[in-house]
């Protein structure tokens, strides 16, 4: 990961660039780095907000020999490499909230969008795509946004180099790529499931127009939140959002 990096001053989105590399053929660990961008994407196809100069929006091409099923296990690759990058040069614990957020003090510092390009059977390729708060100045508006926001500089009072930052984060990509090809997921899925937030915790889901409570069991192999309803069988939930209930 990161053999090949490609820095851009302004952009739609690195993962549509990165996206439209790889449809031309780039290597696998290309990376597209932004430092700004003008179409921002966000899961459920929200806005992710891209201000120049403070935070980290980047994207990584990747072509794993699995089937299109198992590519959603690479979540758990950058949920924790970011988590692990925070830890390296921050003092703050990072928490993890399903399906792909990364908190710090109850807020969300990071965000990660998947995107990819597959046949039937066999996946051609997939695009990360990790966005990080760094130095963004948030303040009020922090608070105030769907899902409260803030940035390693507002968490921790220190600012961040993104440079180093990223580094950092390629390095453990880097690292738990070389793992998920040897050993599956599991090892990651366990550390993802230890960093997470809201393992045993009651929660709100918002899946299309279901919503429900519960209490979180866990997550399985393909990234599916198993939640115990108040009443009737375990649910698996495969895509939405989740509330923590109790604080
Ligand atoms: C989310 O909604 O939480 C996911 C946000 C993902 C944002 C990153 S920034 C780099 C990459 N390029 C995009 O357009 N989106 C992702």
Redesign the pocket.
Known sequence: VGGRVVCLKETD????VAFRMAEDGAVEGTVVIADT?SA????LG?V?L?PPGVNL???VVLRPPISPVAACQLTFLSVVAVARAIERVTTLSPQIKWP??ILVDGKKVA???NEMNAETEKVNFVVL???VNLNMRLGQLGSTLRHPATSLLEASGQPVQRVGFTRALLEELDVLYDRFLVEGEAPIRAEWLERSAIGGRRVKVSSGDREFRGTVQGVDAFGALLVQPEQGPLETVLSGDVTLLDR
Do not use: A, E, F, M
């Open positions: 989105s690195t993962n549509s961008q921002g994407k966000g899961r929200r992710w891209s929006y980047c994207s792909n957020d965000g990660l969008l795509g990790i966005g």
